[in-house]
């Protein structure tokens, strides 16, 4: 038997598959995906039946380059993208998602987005 130490990011994807056995997304409640990089955050509503993002946001855009630094990685960032993709997703009028953490923990910004959607009422 190997005794290997896993990766955090392996126990990662471990979790994200555990999870996506249980989530579906549809046209009517779409599945809100995190995923977060050492630099960005995105998120996408994804359509699983069609197989197409539905809307996303991220701290690549433009209108959020002027932010500085450390600026787009910290929680007031997060809940300002949740509330971006909360907007758009009400404007094509979808008013329930799921919420898919992607293996992460729920906790920091993957919180802070979640309750951001939440606060905006897509989110149970």
């Known amino acids: 038997m190997n005794h290997r130490h896993f990766s955090s990011n392996e ?17 009517d409640t779409p599945r809100i995906c ?8 995105y998120i996408q509503a994804i359509d699983d039946e069609e197989g197409k993002t539905l809307a996303s946001a991220s701290s690549v855009e433009k209108d959020f380059a002027k932010e500085k630094g450390t600026a787009r990685k910290n929680l007031k960032f997060a809940e300002k993208l949740g509330q971006l993709i909360a907007e758009r997703l009400k404007e094509k009028g979808i008013s329930k998602v799921v919420f898919d953490r992607a293996g992460y923990l729920y906790h920091g910004k993957i919180k802070a987005v979640a309750d951001s959607i939440r606060k905006s009422g897509l989110l149970n």
């Open 34 to 41: 995190v995923y977060k990089s050492n630099k960005f955050l």
């Open 11 to 27: 126990r990662r994807l471990w979790r994200k598959t555990r999870i996506r056995k249980k989530l579906f997304g549809t046209s």
